[in-house]
Structures are given as C-alpha cells and as structure tokens.
C-alpha cells in the first residue's frame, strides 16, 4: 500500500487515477446487496471506461452536476464541522494505492483507525438519516467503505457523514452514523478486487498487443 500525498482534484490526483479500480466506481463491479461479483453489462462498461482513461488524452465523459459540484463546495466545510463536534484531526490524503497499482481510494479523511466518508446530501435524504437511520445511506455507499477498507487493513471503522447547509443548527446540518470493519464483509470484497484487477490486466495486455501489432503492419495495409 502507497500514501500519495496531493490535493484531490489537482493533475497528480487525475492522473494516478487512470487505469485504476477507484473506490466510487466500485459499486459498478459488484451485487451490492450479496457484495459478489457482478458480470452485468454496466460492470464491463466500468472495466472498459477505467482502460480508457488510460489511453485517451482527454475526457470528453468528463461532467459536473449540480450536486457534485455541492459536494465538492462543502466537503471542507462538513469535514471542519464534523472536527469541531468531535474534537479529532483529520487527515487528508490525496490517494491509496494497492500493493497491485490497479486498485485505490480517495478518503475524505483518516482519523487514527478511522476514516470519515461525507456526502452532502438533499434534505429528503438528510433527514431520513436523521429520522430512520442510515440503511439508504449504506445501501448506496457502502460498497466504496469495504473497498477502502480492504485496500487499507488499519481502516477499523468509518464514521458516514450526511451533510446539509439548508439547516443553521448543526444537530440538523450533520448526522454521523459509525461503520465498524466486518472481516466477513472484506473477505467478500476482497474476492471481487482480486477477480476484477485479474480481469483489468488481461484486458489491458490485451489493448496493448492490438495497439503494437497495428503499429506494426506497414501503412496503407491491414484494417484499422
């Protein structure tokens, strides 16, 4: 495992990136509800974007939503918040990479044995944490936290952070809900990494042999 230290978002983040299994698209790779491999026609999209990324020299894909954006805009704010009600530092990174250097994540933070993972969220959302619990939450997210947490073995918990601006009282504007390391969970999860970074060096060999052999055949012959 490698710390990469640099601002998320700067050229180092995105470029370290490319080419690699990331904790946010990992849900694509997998059933969330039983956490087994998933061989769906999004999870090859998925291998098949993370291959891209790594020959293209631009991304066209590339977007921001409004709530990305929100996210984005927020994250230092919820983060000092949640460091203020707590009393911990934490400390930002800007990347975790696998021993393999096809797999990593991007924490919001790292507490100790900790992590946090904030999303700022609408106020339907919000509240529903608030009223009945994290189990949206998780269902939606929790598939990044194993993922982090089977990259890094001293990640012991994860505190999920629900984030909203829309409330002046911060009771209302940040709910924390604590996931603790499940070695059944990371077992599963770690089953799936080792099949899908198998699966992305083939894939990769594979584009790179094509892209040698036409290279290779002489021009004006061969079908490109």
């Known amino acids: 495992m490698k710390i990469h230290i640099f601002d998320q978002g700067s ?33 090859h999209k998925t291998i098949s974007k993370i291959i891209a990324s790594k020959i293209a020299f631009r991304d066209s894909d590339s977007f921001e939503t409004y709530s990305m954006a929100n996210g984005i805009e927020c994250e230092p704010r919820a983060r000092f918040l949640y460091q203020e009600i707590y009393h911990k530092k934490v400390k930002e990174v ?10 990593g994540f991007s924490p919001d933070g790292l507490i100790d044995d900790g992590m946090i993972e904030i999303k700022t969220q609408c106020q339907k959302e919000h509240f529903y944490c608030k009223l009945y619990g ?11 936290i194993l993922f982090s947490m089977a990259i890094n073995n001293e990640i012991q918990w994860c505190d999920c952070i629900s984030y909203n601006e829309d409330f002046k009282d911060t009771a209302n504007k940040i709910i924390v809900h604590r996931y603790y390391r499940d070695e059944e ?7 799936a990494i080792n ?9 990769s060999i594979e584009i790179g042999k ?14 490109f």
């Open 94 to 103: 800007g990347f975790i990479e696998d021993e393999t250097g096809y797999a």
């Open 134 to 144: 994290f189990d949206c939450w998780l269902s939606k997210y929790k598939p990044q």
């Open 11 to 43: 050229d180092q983040w995105e470029q370290i990136r490319k080419g690699k299994i990331t904790a946010s698209q990992f849900a694509n790779l997998i059933t969330p509800s039983n956490l087994k491999i998933s061989n769906s026609v999004s999870a």
């Open 210 to 223: 094509n892209i040698e052999r036409r290279l290779s055949v002489p021009a004006g012959e061969g079908n």
């Open 195 to 203: 099949y899908w970074i198998e699966h992305l060096k083939e894939k």
């Open 185 to 191: 969970e990371i077992a599963k999860i770690r089953i």
